[in-house]
């Protein structure tokens, strides 16, 4: 698949652009017009420039607002047309696109269309120029593919085909299968963007909301699978027009949107097999050759289970006095770092004071279970995740890591049936337990049950395609959670069975980067068998909970009318509780140290969601926390 992206994707001059689209590996890019009258580099330099970079410069846009117009209005557009065909030439560029006419056009006639645009390919040909001809979701009578692919049809020349954009298709839900009719000599051009589903009007949308394919919900790898039975061989570029990816470091970005290609071509190559599969074809149609070849990647699984979670800290006292209180048994330190292991039942906290000096406690690293941590490794280096070095001993367990992009560490584990994991071995012998803390004994069954990790609002959309594409993880529709410093975009991330939930919550925009964990706290939590047992004896621990209101407990009762001593006894231990079609949830906060706090859940049923409902009041009473703590420093 020949990979490409439109210059309008990234921020910054041509140049950097440029450089960035080279660096992450593209073969191609769209020359963005805006871009190019506003460089100071001339057409020959870029011209040069692309060569030296090795980028083929495959599409120059847009060309708007040509056809249906009066006969004085087609005039003055083929001068312009003239014009920057020349320049193109200056560039050694060979297709334009021209979309469908918004502005301009007041004569909704199919057959005027056919003729102006057959002048316009027939200009084109003279200066060896093809036209790729797209309908904009918008247009003002040329709206859907199907119609501007029947505009080339009728004029069929050889200079005139169509650009297939999958916003304005998806966007308006126009059917993707008829793209399998269209004769592939006719595609001059794909482009790809993915956005989240929104109600809103499609300009507005396409203007500020698309993303990379994997960061939204539409339908991408199917709309490629068409592409491909129609037999194009062609460029597959992002035109991603995106308020974030604008203001976001344009490397970063360049590397986000190649790794949102290289998975969507596997996602692709998948699709084709399983239409294939589901139209009976056996395994010869299933394994056919289509003339676009698609690259593959290793496969990996969904992952079994978290293996660990890693917390940060310079100052460990509070963290262990935290987990102690919860019931945590500590099981020792590690044999040649500064490492303590906390377990609860298959719930492994690692406490690390390496390279930690002066760090507030914070969630530093997670830990993964699957199948073959060198396989899963190895894909999410092909998909361009940073790798992480661990100095390890020569008997030590070697974690294949890499980096997340919001810098947590991300470790690929071996999984074992049982839940175990043979590292833990590298541990000394449990040591002293704090004063007044005991070995718990109620926690056998507990699993970490979800992370919770904020995301600074640059690196957001790129997380949720990471963890898709070299995890496996599902993103699920996001929801907004009222927060008393702004509206709080939570998404969550989870296996099918949910046995890894990881949920990404993005901070409110007017964050500086450095405030984003300080003021949006991460959390682990812990899945326990019975939470009121696990609540009262961390109690008697002296566990200090994140206070309830009672106003909460009364809107409880309003809500669910719950027997009195239930509603009781989740009042007298700060517990907070949802409950729906599939069973009920019970959980409960401790206080925050540094940027991090602990969650305690049970789930009953099959729940399967997060207490939603809760969540702005476990915002609001962290922030009064905030307040008062600024308070006493000041
Ligand atoms: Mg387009
Ligand atoms: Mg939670």
Same mark, same amino acid.
Request: glycine share 10%; net charge negative; no cysteine.
């Given at each position: 698949m020949r990979t490409g992206i439109a210059t309008v994707c990234l921020s910054g001059t041509l140049k950097e652009k440029m450089q960035a689209c080279a660096i992450a590996g593209f073969d191609g890019i769209e020359i963005f017009e805006q871009d190019l009258v506003t460089s100071t580099l001339s057409p020959e330099d870029v011209r040069k420039m692309a060569a030296d970079l090795g980028l083929g410069l495959d599409l120059y846009q847009p060309f708007r607002d040509f056809d249906g117009v009066t006969p004085d209005l087609l005039k003055a557009n083929l001068r312009r047309a003239e014009a920057k065909f020349g320049l193109m030439s200056r560039l050694g560029m060979d297709t334009i696109l021209v979309c469908s006419n918004v502005a301009t056009a007041t004569i909704d006639d199919d057959g005027l269309r056919a003729s102006q645009l057959a002048q316009l390919?027939?200009?084109?040909?003279?200066?060896g120029i093809k036209v790729a001809y797209e309908a904009l979701a918008w247009g003002k009578y040329v709206n859907d593919y199907e119609h501007a692919y029947r505009l080339v049809e009728m004029v069929d020349h050889p200079n005139l085909g169509t650009c297939l954009d999958s916003f304005h298709i998806l966007s308006r839900d126009w059917d993707t299968a008829p793209i399998e009719d269209i004769n592939a000599d006719k595609i001059f051009f794909v482009q790809v963007a993915?956005?989240?589903?929104?109600?809103?009007?499609?300009?507005?949308?396409?203007?500020?909301?698309?993303?990379?394919?994997?960061?939204?919900? %539409?339908?991408l790898a199917?709309?490629?699978?068409? *592409?491909? &039975?129609?037999?194009?061989?062609?460029?597959? +570029? @992002?035109?991603? %027009?995106?308020?974030?990816?604008?203001?976001?470091? *344009?490397? &970063?970005?360049?590397?986000?949107?190649?790794? +949102? @290609?290289?998975?969507?071509?596997?996602?692709?190559?998948?699709?084709?097999?399983?239409?294939?599969?589901?139209?009976?074809?056996?395994s010869a149609a299933i394994r056919r050759r289509y003339p676009m070849e698609l690259a593959t990647l290793p496969k990996v699984n969904e992952p079994?289970?978290?293996?660990?979670?890693?917390?940060?800290?310079?100052?460990?006292?509070?963290?262990?006095?935290?987990?102690?209180?919860?019931?945590?048994?500590?099981?020792?330190?590690?044999?040649?770092?500064?490492?303590q292991l906390w377990t609860m039942g298959q719930a492994r906290v690692i406490i690390n004071e390496q390279a930690a000096s002066h760090a507030e406690p914070a969630i530093a690293a997670l830990g993964f279970d699957v199948d073959s941590p060198v396989i899963a490794s190895a894909r999410a280096q092909q998909l361009k995740a940073p790798v992480v070095a661990r100095k390890v001993q020569a008997d030590e367990e070697v974690f294949q890591g890499i980096s997340a992009p919001d810098s947590t560490e991300i470790f690929l584990c071996q999984g074992s049936p049982d839940g175990t994991a043979a590292w833990t071995a590298e541990f000394g012998q449990a040591g002293e337990l704090g004063e007044g803390l005991e070995r718990s004994s109620s926690g056998a069954g507990a699993v970490i049950d979800h992370v919770n990790l904020a995301q600074p609002w640059q690196h957001f959309d790129e997380a949720v395609l990471f963890y898709t594409s070299a995890l496996a993880l599902e993103p699920q529709p996001f929801a907004e959670v009222p927060s008393p410093s702004g509206l709080v975009r939570s998404q969550v991330m989870q296996t099918t069975d949910g046995a890894v939930r990881l949920v990404l919550n993005l901070a409110p925009a007017q964050q500086a980067q450095s405030e984003v964990r300080k003021t949006y706290q991460e959390h682990i939590a812990f899945a326990v068998d019975n939470l009121v047992a696990t609540a009262r004896a961390a109690r008697e621990r002296g566990l200090e909970f994140l206070q309830i209101p009672a106003n909460y407990y009364e809107d409880l009762d309003a809500r669910f009318?719950?027997?009195?001593?239930?509603?009781?006894?989740?009042?007298?231990?700060?517990?907070?509780?949802?409950?729906?079609?599939?069973?009920?949830?019970?959980?409960?906060?401790?206080?925050?140290?540094?940027?991090?706090?602990?969650?305690?859940?049970e789930r009953r049923g099959n729940y399967d969601g997060y207490g939603a409902p809760n969540a702005p009041v476990r915002h609001a009473v962290q922030y009064d926390h905030r307040q008062h703590a600024s308070l006493q420093r000041h």
């Open positions: 390919a027939e200009l084109a040909g003279d200066h993915d956005a989240p589903k929104l109600t809103m009007d499609v300009l507005s949308w396409s203007r500020h909301y698309r993303v990379f394919p994997g960061e939204g919900q %539409f339908e199917k709309f490629m699978g068409h *592409v491909v &039975r129609a037999g194009y061989t062609g460029p597959v +570029s @992002l035109e991603v %027009f995106n308020d974030v990816f604008r203001q976001s470091d *344009v490397e &970063r970005t360049a590397v986000d949107a190649m790794r +949102s @290609l290289i998975w969507l071509e596997e996602q692709s190559a998948k699709w084709l097999a399983a239409a294939a599969e589901a139209e009976g074809g056996g079994a289970g978290f293996n660990f979670a890693e917390v940060k800290a310079d100052d460990t006292a509070q963290l262990e006095k935290l987990l102690g209180q919860l019931g945590f048994a500590f099981e020792g330190r590690h044999r040649t770092k500064d490492v009318d719950l027997e009195p001593g239930f509603l009781a006894t989740l009042q007298e231990l700060n517990l907070l509780y949802d409950r729906d079609a599939s069973g009920e949830f019970l959980h409960f906060y401790t206080a925050t140290v540094g940027s991090v706090f602990f969650e305690m859940v």
